[in-house]
């Protein structure tokens, strides 16, 4: 079937995407997964073409592309290549902190970080999780303490992508004085710089998208000026979920084109192998499986396509977003895993991009709200 999404425009950038996969990341990408780190002139060759802050508005020395399609031609590119790992980084920044400040930043808070997020000079991370404290971010213990017009923030962090790249991270931290299990109001969202009293840890060694950077932050009384305070005082957890939607729809958009990535190496590698004198794909089993996900593949993309225009129209919402990225993210974990095994040995050699894209995609059902917690969102909704 073919796709209706994209016009002209759309083609246009994913032939810059294209073009800066090549150039900047295909020849240095294998070392940046050994190092477990990307190069800083990455980010700075994608501010340079376009690639960053793209909802950015001119103001703020961004290009206000309000149409979330260009963000989806980048996902499906960085799928396409298989360097998903950068794909996650830029998910990070633009998808997950970038909301947050154009929604509710005030215009000094704006002027601070955009024009840097965009150039790719300021890179930034999102720091919501904690040891004790994944999907119930309500159990959150990290503080913020006034002090003066300052702010003095304590506790630790993990999973962090782009926590050691990064320049500053937007944190979740409790702001009532309250221990044990908060309430709704109880937190607030901060941009932490890093500086005194901001300490990294130790890489986490990940099964895959290994070329981005994942670690603990430990914050010990770091000073943060008033300014860095991202909206309203104890509105931290509302403000998360109303931006969930849109991390939600990038992951269903990376999913869906790793499925499709995926599928179309699988078809030509039952093409190119034979057993027992035949082509892979010429055994009734082969052509059923790729039949099967093949369909799976359309359905997604029709699927996800839809959740991309709705988001466009301001109408996408939690349950829906919650959807998309639950049946998006069970049928990339599905579909690495029956391409694999179409592979045979084969594809349990990284050298093989499917091997790269089981690994990578695994984290998709777990990563942005694990996918109990999404049925339980379409589940209360449902019940509402
Ligand atoms: C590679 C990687 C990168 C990440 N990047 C970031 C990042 O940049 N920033 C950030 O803040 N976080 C990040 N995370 C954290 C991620 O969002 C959390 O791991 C995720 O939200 C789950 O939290 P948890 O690991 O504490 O699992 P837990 O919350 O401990 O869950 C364990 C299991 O219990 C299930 N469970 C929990 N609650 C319920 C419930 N109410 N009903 C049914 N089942 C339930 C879960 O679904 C899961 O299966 C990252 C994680 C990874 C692995």
Redesign the pocket.
């Known amino acids: 079937m073919q796709r209706k999404l994209y016009d002209e425009d759309h083609e246009l950038f994913r032939e810059v995407a294209t073009e800066f996969n090549a150039r900047e990341i295909a020849p240095h990408y294998a070392k940046w997964d050994d190092e477990h780190m990307m190069s800083r002139d990455m980010w700075t060759a994608a501010g340079e073409q376009g690639l960053l802050g793209l909802a950015v508005p001119e103001d703020f020395g961004g290009m206000g592309m309000s149409d979330y399609r260009f963000r989806a031609v980048l996902d499906e590119e960085f799928a396409r290549s298989n360097h998903l790992a950068v794909g ?1 980084a830029f998910h ?1 920044h633009d998808d ?1 902190v970038l909301p947050h400040l154009l929604a509710y930043g005030s215009d000094e808070l704006k002027e601070r970080w955009l024009p840097g997020m965009v150039t790719g000079e300021k890179v930034t ?12 971010l309500r159990s959150v213990r990290t503080k913020a303490v006034r002090d003066g017009d300052d702010w003095l923030i304590s506790g630790q ?7 050691i790249s990064g320049d500053a991270s937007l944190v ?1 931290a409790r702001t009532d004085g309250g221990t044990g299990r908060g309430s709704t109001d109880s937190f607030s969202l901060f941009m932490v710089e890093k500086g005194e009293g901001y300490n990294t840890g130790k890489q ?1 060694d ?1 099964m895959g ?1 290994k070329a ?1 950077d ?1 670690a603990e932050i430990f914050f010990d009384d770091v000073r943060v000026p008033g300014v860095n305070l991202v909206g309203e005082v104890g509105q931290g957890l509302r403000y998360a979920a109303e931006q969930l939607p849109q991390g939600r729809l990038a992951i269903a958009v990376a999913s869906s084109a790793v499925a499709r990535t995926v599928y179309e190496a699988t078809v030509q590698y039952t093409k190119d192998r034979n057993a027992f004198g035949e082509r892979i794909i010429d055994f009734q089993h082969s052509r059923f499986e790729l039949a099967d996900i093949l369909t799976e593949v359309e359905v997604t993309e029709t699927y996800v396509d839809q959740a991309i225009l709705a988001f466009n129209a301001g109408e996408l919402d939690a349950s829906s977003a919650a959807r998309a990225k639950l049946w998006a993210s069970e049928r990339v974990k599905s579909i690495t895993d029956r391409c694999l095994q179409l592979h045979g040995g084969y594809g349990y050699i990284l050298e093989y991009p499917v091997a790269q894209a089981y690994l990578a995609s695994r ?1 998709l059902t ?8 999404m ?2 969102v379409i589940g209360r909704a449902i019940a509402a």
């Open positions: 996650l990070l997950l991370s999102i720091a919501m999780t904690e040891p004790g404290a994944g999907s119930d962090k993990t999973f962090i992508g782009n926590g979740l986490l990940k998208l981005s994942t984290l777990i990563f942005g709200g694990t996918n109990e917690i049925r339980d």
